[in-house]
């Protein structure tokens, strides 16, 4: 009973407000169904975590000496001496995608370039609010609507802030369903987002579906060398999945090798998440930066695509722009339910996984351009 008494008494009030954010990350998980599998074990980590004298993290034990602990433990030797977890989820994330849509229509390329914008209008916004250069592109990234990609960043740059931003990016990536009907009724009109676009796609050879995880990783290493682990993991998934002689390897990919990372890395950010780290100023205006990167993203999106039409005879629904981010599949299913609340009739959701699955590309190029620039600028 001492025992107990004597770890209430330890309990801050930080670690209370602790146990608050890892019960409502379990409850979005569970409840709402936002991502369990990687806010659950966050939520339950941040609890784990906060514990009065936590056998997860390194402490002194009388008469024993120095005692590690598994959760501090997995953090130094997988996310802070290497890039391992975000980078081999990529392989995962990788299989999982099919670039047809996309390829189809390369069009859609541009709506995953446009939609980028949040990253750099609050990596900026976090300079001018007094955040170090390393630090503000680690929160701007946040915007990229990946949170492998803002993990990743962040761990290279040696951010104070690790912490905060996973879970900014993870979050908001869950309530993309959320967040993004907001942002579109912002600059969109009913009319505008009951637009109709024809769906005629063209055939895709193999041949092409091969060349492309190829062809995009060499590029990508010409325009953003810092970029290439992250898009090359990325495709390289991908042609696991369409070389069609290495189906087991694609499915272990896609279903174990994913679901196994994501639970690793979950509970592995949730050191980042220890009260004394977490609850300040800086974590509530880096969350709220996050919804900017993400609302700015998306407005971003809608209004190139708007723009786009100006010039274009065939007219892209503005709200396709917004599936630009990288959050797949989230952003092209509200996209293709938003289509539908404004028309029964009307089908967007091929056209929005285009362009989302270009979003994911332009996510990790971001990445790798961020992580290119910053050492220029700090040097």
């Not at 099919?98 to 990253?119: C, E, R």
């Not at 509970?267 to 880096?286: G, K, W, Y």
Request: proline share 5%; aromatic share 8%.
């Amino acid at each position: 009973m001492e025992f107990l008494l004597d770890g209430i008494r330890a309990v801050t009030p930080q670690q209370c407000v602790m146990y608050v954010v890892g019960a409502l990350l379990i409850y979005l998980a569970i409840k709402k169904d936002y991502e369990p599998s990687l806010l659950l074990p966050m939520g339950f980590g941040a609890i784990l975590v906060n514990l009065p004298m936590s056998g997860v993290l390194n402490q002194m034990v009388a008469g024993v000496g120095e005692s590690q602990g598994i959760i501090q433990w997995l953090f130094e030797t997988t996310i802070e001496a290497s890039e391992a977890l975000p980078l081999l989820l990529f392989i995962g994330i990788g299989a999982m995608i099919d670039f047809g849509p996309l390829l189809s229509n390369p069009k859609m390329f541009l709506f995953g370039a446009a939609a980028q914008f949040g990253i750099f209008f609050a990596m900026i916004a976090a300079v001018m609010l007094g955040f170090d250069l390393k630090d503000a592109a680690s929160i701007g990234i946040i915007g990229a609507a990946d949170g492998p990609t803002s993990i990743l960043v962040s761990q290279v740059l040696h951010s104070n802030y690790i912490g905060p931003i996973a879970v900014a990016a993870y979050s908001y990536m869950a309530l993309v369903p959320i967040i993004q009907p907001f942002a579109i009724k912002l600059v969109t009109t009913k009319k505008e987002r009951a637009m109709h676009m024809p769906y005629n796609p063209k055939h895709v050879s193999r041949s092409l579906r091969i060349c492309f995880p190829i062809m995009v990783t060499i590029i990508a290493g010409f325009i953003a060398p810092m970029s290439v682990s992250l898009v090359g993991f990325l495709m390289f998934g991908n042609l696991l999945r369409e070389c069609g002689c290495l189906e087991r390897l694609s499915q272990t990919a896609q279903n174990d090798l994913a679901n196994l990372i994501t639970l690793l890395l979950g509970i592995t950010i949730s050191f980042s998440m220890q009260a004394d780290q977490f609850v300040n100023l800086d974590t509530l205006i880096i969350m709220a930066l996050g919804l900017v990167a993400f609302v700015f993203d998306s407005i971003a999106g809608v209004m190139f695509a708007k723009l786009l039409n100006l010039f274009c005879k065939n007219k892209v629904n503005p709200m396709v722009g917004a599936a630009g981010i990288s959050a797949f599949p989230m952003s092209a299913r509200v996209i293709q339910k938003m289509g539908q609340e404004a028309d029964c009739t009307n089908h967007l959701l091929m056209h929005a996984v285009g362009a989302n699955v270009a979003g994911q590309i332009a996510s990790v190029l971001a990445g790798g351009m961020i992580l290119n620039l910053v050492p220029q600028l700090m040097g």
